[in-house]
Nanobody
Framework: QVQLVESGGGLVQAGGSLRLSCATSGRTFSSYAMYWFRQAPGKEREFVAAITRSGSSATYGDSVKGRFTVDRDTAKNTVYLQMNSLKLDDTAVYYC?????????????????WGKGTLVTVSS
């Protein structure tokens, strides 16, 4: 069993930055590829970023490429999502997910474990 707890969400102006964290506990952190998804009101859950178990490779959704960066700290059992140049359309609940398999492209149905999410609101 893996527990995931997101933090770092909040209210930010367009053009600003936020750094989300996802702390994990339970089984070995390095055994899991880690993912970020988001879901805006009335929309489907959308892939944001993924990072391999080793942290050597990452992929991003088209809407965040060049603005968001995912990384992981094995010593802290934590994965991060650095979000820069935030836009109004980035407003959503952001979820952390984990799965032993590194999917490309990843889909929500593939994920074994989910956090409860953290709300990011971008204002004009």
């Amino acid at each position: 069993q893996v527990q995931l707890v997101e933090s770092g969400g909040g209210l930010v102006q367009a053009g600003g930055s936020l750094r989300l964290s996802c702390a994990t506990s339970g089984r070995t952190f390095s055994s899991y590829a880690m993912y970020w998804f988001r879901q805006a009101p009335g929309k489907e859950r959308e892939f944001v970023a993924a990072i391999t178990r080793s942290g050597s490779s990452a992929t991003y959704g088209d809407s965040v490429k060049g603005r968001f960066t995912v990384d992981r700290d094995t010593a802290k059992n934590t994965v991060y999502l650095q979000m820069n140049s935030l836009k109004l359309d980035d407003t959503a609940v952001y979820y952390c997910a984990a799965d032993p398999t590194y999917y490309n492209p990843p889909k929500p149905a593939n994920m074994d474990y989910w956090g409860k999410g953290t709300l990011v609101t971008v204002s004009s």
